[in-house]
């Protein structure tokens, strides 16, 4: 079968055959990982740029010299709130997150599969403490109870739904209360929004996304910091999609942008 190039999102190119992951028992590939962290950062975020998602390309990089990889990283790197690191270890995908509002900064570890990746995910959180913090390492890396994959294949779904969930959550924080800006919902119904005005969509893996509408409206310069509490990290079944929904809604998102 002839693989054909479906799509380019930012500088992501999305091929049929990259499709094929997203099939149940498939273990999800670094492209469709790529793809949903850009579209998660330009779409269902747009507007702040506190939260840093990693791809997996820029993740392989951390095992280089740390001088030969700034140029490759973001700039302003070190002005992220909170960072999203895929790892991966060539047979399982889990989640790292580091959190620069939490005193000290902190790095959150999620795997789906107990701690199958724990080393690896220890080795990226050494190179990116140093790359962030200039020190040796002193950062505490917590490793947090989070659901957990009933099979071989689902741990890069769930590192999709976890990033999703918790980048989402912290957006929210970070909003301003309702009646700062009350002219805006208006501007919504109206579609005459102003310049300074960011409408944000739903996340697809939100149960009522499915009408289109949009959920989030606000300034960006209204934006606050955000209190961290220990339940932020919480994550339950209950939060997520079904492994199997959530492909065939990745599918979905890749088909509408084919």
């Known amino acids: 079968m002839r693989d054909t190039l479906l799509f380019s999102y930012r500088d992501v190119a999305v091929y049929s055959s990259d499709t094929l992951s997203l099939r149940e028992g498939q273990w999800l590939n670094d492209t469709i990982l790529g793809f949903y962290f850009e579209y998660l950062t330009h779409e269902i975020l747009r507007g702040d740029n506190s939260i840093l998602l990693l791809k997996p390309a820029l993740v392989q990089l951390l095992q280089a010299e740390l001088d030969s990889i700034k140029t490759a990283l973001p700039p ?27 005193q000290p900064p902190s790095f959150h570890y999620f795997d789906s599969m107990a701690n199958a990746n724990y080393h690896h995910a220890l080795a ?16 505490q890396m917590l490793t947090h109870s989070c659901p957990q994959q009933e099979n071989s ?63 989030d409206v606000f300034r960006p310069t209204a934006l606050r910091k955000p209190i961290i509490e220990p339940t932020f990290w919480w994550i339950d079944y209950g939060d997520l999609f079904n492994p199997n929904t959530a492909r065939a809604t990745l599918l979905n998102l890749i088909n509408q942008h084919a």
């Open 153 to 215: 294949y689902d741990c890069g779904v769930f590192v999709v739904l976890f990033a999703d969930l918790l980048a989402r959550r912290y957006a929210d924080l970070r909003l301003p209360p309702k009646n700062i800006a009350q002219d805006v919902p208006r501007a919504v119904v109206s579609r005459r929004v102003p310049h300074d005005v960011i409408r944000r969509p739903m996340s697809p893996f939100v149960q009522t996304a499915n009408d289109g509408t949009y959920f």
């Open 76 to 102: 302003d790197i070190h002005n992220k709130d909170i960072i999203f690191v895929p790892i991966g270890s060539g047979t399982h995908w889990s989640l790292l997150v580091y959190c620069r509002q939490t």
């Open 124 to 139: 990226a959180k050494y190179r990116l403490e140093l790359l962030l913090l200039g020190t040796q390492p002193v950062a």
